[in-house]
């Protein structure tokens, strides 16, 4: 199984939407067979995020209600908690947010919280990544706070970690990336599931990707800490790569021993650029 996240940062307005969508519908449905191992996650800027939910909800009951009539059942005949299961598995598409603040409320203009990202239907959210780490100046003790409060509410963190140039041209990439994980990550702590993306600062929409090998080192280097941490453990843990995927890199970088998925910035916008990408 692997995963494909597409941040869409701050990009798209309601028709906007629809387009991608009805193009994702199209394109998943020609390409169903060859997708079934692939887990495709959206994360629209926070605006979009209600609209996003119905949206997959209600083609998720299109596909429940054909499903239904090809096994000729009724669906007066589900109760409310089966149907809400049935839709659940029928979404194909996974929803999650950019960001999320550390505490439940409060007095934090602008922000929204883990509870709130939860019940517009996210399942993850995509935290400490470098448009927020340099930007915004978040330190790895803010995006630890931000990984508790997605955990509380039961939401998958995608934890981005990743060196800026500078910090490779002295060769620290490795320590300074152990370094976010240890500190980013809350102590003492077993994920059910955790997502680590991978994404150099330097290959981030500028259209220059790392080497096979250097990709490869950086997620062994990532993975074994998990495997000799005390303290934080991944029942199911997915490494992934991010910084300048196209459909004509995806494949190459996928095949690299230890990918286990994508996070995908431009090249997500356009969702048949991004089902290349999943196949
Ligand atoms: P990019 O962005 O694919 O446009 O380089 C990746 C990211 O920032 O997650």
């Known amino acids: 199984m692997k995963i494909i996240v597409a941040n869409w940062k701050m990009n798209k307005v309601f028709d906007e939407v629809d387009e991608w969508l009805n193009d ?7 390409n169903f067979d060859q997708l079934q191992d692939s887990e495709m996650i959206v994360c629209p800027p926070s605006i979009l995020l209600d609209y996003v939910d119905s949206e997959l909800m209600e083609e998720a009951f299109k596909n429940f209600e054909e499903l239904a009539k090809v096994e000729n059942k009724k669906i007066e005949n589900f109760s409310e908690e089966e149907l809400n299961q049935v839709l659940v598995e029928q979404r194909v598409l996974g929803l999650g947010a950019q960001d999320c603040h550390y505490e439940i409320s409060g007095s934090f203009t602008g922000d929204i919280s883990a509870s709130m990202i939860r019940q517009v239907g996210c399942d ?12 915004y100046s978040e ?11 997605a955990i509380k509410e039961k939401i998958i963190p995608i934890v981005c970690v990743g060196e800026s140039k500078e910090v490779r041209g002295q ?15 809350p102590q003492h702590t077993e994920f ?31 993975r074994t ?21 196209t459909s004509q890199n995806s494949q190459e970088i ?14 997500s916008l356009d969702a048949k650029e991004f089902i290349k990408i999943c196949l």
């Not at 994702?24 to 020609?30: G, L």
């Not at 060769?171 to 990550?185: A, I, R």
């Open 139 to 149: 330190t790895n003790q803010i995006v630890r706070k931000k990984v508790e409060a």
């Open 171 to 185: 060769g620290k990439h490795s320590d300074f990336v152990l370094n976010q994980l240890f500190e980013s990550l």
């Open 124 to 135: 993850y959210v995509i935290l400490g990544h470098s448009d927020r780490r340099v930007g």
């Open 24 to 30: 994702f519908f199209d394109a998943y449905s020609k």
């Open 254 to 267: 996928l095949s690299i021993d230890g990918v286990d998925g994508l996070l995908v910035g431009k090249a």
């Open 192 to 222: 059910a599931k955790l997502i680590v993306a991978y994404e150099p600062i330097w290959s981030i929409g500028t259209g220059v990707t790392p080497t096979e090998k250097e990709i490869y080192d950086m997620l062994r280097i990532i």
């Open 225 to 245: 800490f998990f495997e000799k941490s005390s303290s934080s453990r991944a029942k199911e843990l997915f490494l992934l790569y991010g910084g300048s995927i």
